[in-house]
Protein backbone atom coordinates (compact mmCIF):
# COMPACT_ATOMS: atom_id res chain seq x y z
CA UNK A 1 0.00 0.00 0.00
CA UNK A 2 0.71 3.31 -0.81
CA UNK A 3 2.18 6.29 1.50
CA UNK A 4 -0.53 8.24 3.10
CA UNK A 5 -1.57 11.78 2.53
CA UNK A 6 -3.18 14.32 4.22
CA UNK A 7 -4.93 17.54 4.04
CA UNK A 8 -5.41 20.40 6.40
CA UNK A 9 -9.09 19.79 6.60
CA UNK A 10 -8.07 16.03 8.24
CA UNK A 11 -8.67 13.97 5.10
CA UNK A 12 -6.64 11.52 4.13
CA UNK A 13 -5.62 10.27 0.76
CA UNK A 14 -3.84 6.92 -0.38
CA UNK A 15 -2.79 6.47 -3.96
CA UNK A 16 -2.26 2.75 -5.49
CA UNK A 17 -1.70 3.48 -9.70
CA UNK A 18 -4.69 5.89 -10.86
CA UNK A 19 -6.68 4.91 -7.54
CA UNK A 20 -7.13 7.25 -4.26
CA UNK A 21 -8.94 6.06 -1.32
CA UNK A 22 -9.95 9.14 0.49
CA UNK A 23 -11.48 9.23 3.94
CA UNK A 24 -11.37 11.06 6.95
CA UNK A 25 -8.71 11.34 9.75
CA UNK A 26 -8.31 9.79 13.49
CA UNK A 27 -8.35 13.27 14.48
CA UNK A 28 -11.41 14.66 12.87
CA UNK A 29 -13.25 11.80 14.35
CA UNK A 30 -12.06 12.91 17.98
CA UNK A 31 -13.18 16.21 17.04
CA UNK A 32 -16.48 15.01 15.76
CA UNK A 33 -17.37 12.63 17.99
CA UNK A 34 -19.67 9.81 17.97
CA UNK A 35 -20.79 9.55 14.70
CA UNK A 36 -24.18 9.01 13.82
CA UNK A 37 -24.69 9.32 10.04
CA UNK A 38 -22.33 8.97 6.65
CA UNK A 39 -23.41 10.10 3.13
CA UNK A 40 -21.40 8.92 0.32
CA UNK A 41 -20.56 10.14 -2.91
CA UNK A 42 -22.87 8.26 -5.62
CA UNK A 43 -20.35 6.16 -8.44
CA UNK A 44 -19.35 8.32 -11.48
CA UNK A 45 -19.90 12.12 -9.49
CA UNK A 46 -16.66 14.16 -10.03
CA UNK A 47 -14.67 15.46 -7.37
CA UNK A 48 -12.54 18.41 -7.25
CA UNK A 49 -9.20 19.64 -4.80
CA UNK A 50 -10.97 20.62 -1.87
CA UNK A 51 -14.26 20.34 -3.03
CA UNK A 52 -17.20 18.98 -1.14
CA UNK A 53 -17.52 14.80 -1.73
CA UNK A 54 -19.24 13.64 1.23
CA UNK A 55 -20.96 14.47 4.65
CA UNK A 56 -20.48 12.65 8.44
CA UNK A 57 -22.37 14.27 11.10
CA UNK A 58 -22.06 13.21 14.72
CA UNK A 59 -23.98 14.03 18.15
CA UNK A 60 -21.57 17.09 17.82
CA UNK A 61 -21.79 18.57 14.56
CA UNK A 62 -22.59 17.48 10.68
CA UNK A 63 -19.05 18.43 8.57
CA UNK A 64 -18.65 18.49 4.94
CA UNK A 65 -16.01 15.59 4.04
CA UNK A 66 -13.86 17.43 1.40
CA UNK A 67 -11.79 15.47 -1.15
CA UNK A 68 -8.01 16.41 -1.28
CA UNK A 69 -7.36 15.24 -4.94
CA UNK A 70 -9.50 15.84 -8.23
CA UNK A 71 -10.86 12.43 -10.11
CA UNK A 72 -13.68 10.31 -10.48
CA UNK A 73 -15.67 8.24 -8.14
CA UNK A 74 -15.55 4.89 -8.40
CA UNK A 75 -16.62 3.55 -5.14
CA UNK A 76 -18.39 4.57 -2.14
CA UNK A 77 -17.94 2.59 1.02
CA UNK A 78 -21.82 1.74 2.20
CA UNK A 79 -20.59 -0.19 4.99
CA UNK A 80 -20.06 2.95 6.73
CA UNK A 81 -23.22 4.27 5.50
CA UNK A 82 -25.17 1.29 7.44
CA UNK A 83 -22.65 1.44 10.32
CA UNK A 84 -21.48 5.02 10.74
CA UNK A 85 -20.04 4.20 14.28
CA UNK A 86 -17.23 2.08 12.45
CA UNK A 87 -15.85 5.61 11.42
CA UNK A 88 -14.67 6.08 14.81
CA UNK A 89 -13.54 2.57 15.07
CA UNK A 90 -11.49 2.50 12.66
CA UNK A 91 -11.37 5.85 10.48
CA UNK A 92 -7.66 5.61 8.35
CA UNK A 93 -8.63 1.92 7.24
CA UNK A 94 -11.57 0.18 7.12
CA UNK A 95 -13.86 3.11 7.46
CA UNK A 96 -12.74 5.07 3.59
CA UNK A 97 -15.45 6.93 2.50
CA UNK A 98 -14.77 6.63 -1.39
CA UNK A 99 -12.60 5.62 -3.92
CA UNK A 100 -11.77 7.69 -6.98
CA UNK A 101 -10.03 7.27 -10.59
CA UNK A 102 -7.36 10.85 -10.16
CA UNK A 103 -7.16 12.90 -12.69
CA UNK A 104 -4.05 14.82 -11.90
CA UNK A 105 -1.67 13.09 -9.54
CA UNK A 106 0.75 16.22 -9.10
CA UNK A 107 -2.63 17.24 -6.79
CA UNK A 108 -0.93 14.73 -4.18
CA UNK A 109 2.26 16.91 -3.52
CA UNK A 110 0.41 19.55 -2.09
CA UNK A 111 -0.72 17.31 0.56
CA UNK A 112 1.24 16.61 3.83
CA UNK A 113 3.06 13.19 4.79
CA UNK A 114 2.07 11.69 8.46
CA UNK A 115 5.19 13.52 9.96
CA UNK A 116 3.89 17.01 8.72
CA UNK A 117 0.19 16.47 9.57
CA UNK A 118 0.84 15.43 12.83
CA UNK A 119 2.69 18.50 13.06
CA UNK A 120 -0.15 20.77 12.06
CA UNK A 121 -2.66 19.02 13.85
CA UNK A 122 -0.37 19.73 17.22
CA UNK A 123 0.17 23.58 16.31
CA UNK A 124 -3.59 23.46 14.86
CA UNK A 125 -5.34 21.60 17.47
CA UNK A 126 -8.84 22.79 15.98
Known sequence: ?????????????SLEGEIATIGI?????????DIVFVEVPQKGKQVEQNG????VESTKAASDVFSPISGE?????????????SVNADP????????IKVSNKSEMDSL???ADYEKFVSENPN
Open 1 to 13: MSEKKFSKKHEWV
Open 25 to 33: TKHATEMLG
Open 52 to 55: QAAV
Open 73 to 85: VIESNEAIVSDPS
Open 92 to 99: ENNAWFFK
Open 112 to 114: MNK
